[in-house]
């Protein structure tokens, strides 16, 4: 089982989350962003940290905790995974 555990840091400018996850091998702390643009992703999940918990499950199904960078902006991750936006705006909530 993995737990991911959502803080909202900061005001102002790109809304900043500190994410920490944690499963039977440990856990990793993360800084993530999520940028003015990007939040239109987020629009159908009943709040922001719901979704930053929502693509660290996308990102877990697809890659250990261990190879996810420890700071980057929600933008990033349709680098490395191009189906990224199409399956989280189908996954609201």
């Known amino acids: ?16 989350f500190e994410v920490k996850v944690v499963d039977d091998r440990g856990s990793a702390e993360f800084q993530v962003t999520l940028s003015t643009a ?3 992703l987020a ?3 009943p709040s922001a940290e719901a979704f930053i918990r ?23 991750i349709s680098t490395y995974f191009p189906e990224f936006e199409a399956t989280i705006s189908r996954s609201t909530g």
């Open 1 to 16: 089982m993995v737990d991911i555990e959502v803080t909202q840091v900061g005001t102002g400018g790109p809304s900043s």
């Open 43 to 45: 629009a159908g999940y």
């Open 38 to 40: 990007d939040q239109r």
């Open 54 to 76: 929502a693509c660290f499950a996308f990102l877990l199904e697809r890659e250990p905790k261990e190879s996810i960078l420890r700071s980057f902006d929600v933008s990033e």
